[in-house]
C-alpha cells in the first residue's frame, strides 16, 4: 500500500519560514507528480503546489507564490514545501499527495499541522 | 481561477436513502472533474475521476455524472460510513481548485 508521511510542522512566528517533508514509499516515487494541500481549521481543502514526476514543471496557488517552492529529491523518495514569509492565513493542516491522471490526487499522507502565531 | 460551487452545503438523510450531491464550474471543464471522500480527522479519498470514472477499490454504490459545467455525484443507498464531507476538483485549468464542500449528516 502506496505510503506518504508528512513531517516538518510546529508552529513558528509570523514572518518566519519552515520546511516540510514528505517521504514516499511503496511506489514508484519518481514515476508520479506530487502535490501540496491545505486545510485551515474547520474550512475546506486549498491546493497549494504541484510539481511534476522529474522536477521539471512546478505551480503554484497565488496564495503562496513568491513565498513558498516545492521540491522533490527522488535519490531520496522525498517531497518538499519550503515555506517562508509564513503568515496567520497559512495555518492548516497540510497534505502531500500522489498525482494520478494528469492532476487528480490518488493517495494523500496522514497531514501535518502548521500553525502560524506569535 | 476556476471557481466549483457545491450545492446544497449539508445534505441530512437516513442510512439507505439516495444522495445526489452537485458541482458547479465557472467555465467549462469538460469532463476534467473528481470527488473526494473526506471522514472527521481522514486525509481525503478519491472517489471519482474524469467525471464518471470510480477510483480503484470504491464500491458502484457511488457514481458520477456530467460534463462542462454541471456535474453530480450520487451514492445509491447510504452506508454509515459515507457520512462524511464531499469536495469536488477540477484539473482543467491551473490553479487546481476545489468546492467548497458538502456535509452529508445523518438525519
Known amino acids: 500500500q502506496v505510503q506518504l508521511v508528512a513531517s516538518g510542522g510546529g508552529v513558528v512566528q509570523p514572518g518566519r519560514s519552515l520546511r516540510l517533508s514528505c517521504a514516499a514509499s511503496?511506489?514508484?516515487?519518481?514515476?508520479?507528480?506530487m502535490h501540496w494541500v491545505r486545510q485551515a481549521p474547520g474550512k475546506g481543502l486549498e491546493w497549494v503546489a504541484v510539481?511534476?514526476?522529474?522536477?521539471?514543471?512546478?505551480y503554484y496557488a497565488d496564495s503562496v507564490k513568491g513565498r513558498f517552492t516545492i521540491s522533490r529529491d527522488n535519490s531520496k523518495n522525498t517531497l518538499y514545501l519550503q515555506m517562508n514569509s509564513l503568515r496567520a492565513e497559512d495555518t492548516a493542516v497540510y497534505y502531500c499527495?500522489?498525482?494520478?491522471?494528469?492532476?487528480?490526487?490518488?493517495?494523500w499522507g496522514q497531514g501535518i499541522r502548521v500553525t502560524v502565531s506569535s | 481561477e476556476i471557481v466549483l460551487t457545491q450545492s446544497p452545503a449539508t445534505l441530512s438523510l437516513s442510512p439507505g436513502e439516495r444522495a445526489t450531491l452537485s458541482c458547479r464550474a465557472s467555465?467549462?471543464?469538460?469532463?476534467?472533474l473528481a470527488w473526494y471522500q473526506q471522514r472527521p480527522g481522514q486525509a481525503p479519498r478519491l472517489l471519482i475521476y474524469d467525471a464518471s470514472n470510480r477510483a480503484t477499490g470504491i464500491p458502484a454504490r457511488f457514481s458520477g455524472s456530467g460534463s462542462g459545467t454541471d456535474f453530480t455525484l450520487t451514492i445509491s443507498s447510504l452506508e454509515p460510513e459515507d457520512f462524511a464531507v464531499y469536495y469536488c476538483?477540477?484539473?482543467?485549468?491551473?490553479?487546481?481548485?476545489f468546492g467548497g464542500g458538502t456535509k452529508v449528516e445523518i438525519k
Open positions: 499527495a500522489r498525482d494520478i491522471k494528469s492532476h487528480y490526487l490518488d493517495y
Open positions: 510539481i511534476y514526476y522529474d522536477g521539471s514543471n512546478q
Open positions: 476538483q477540477q484539473r482543467s485549468n491551473w490553479p487546481l481548485t
Open positions: 511503496r511506489f514508484t516515487f519518481s514515476n508520479h507528480g
Open positions: 467555465q467549462s471543464i469538460s469532463s476534467y
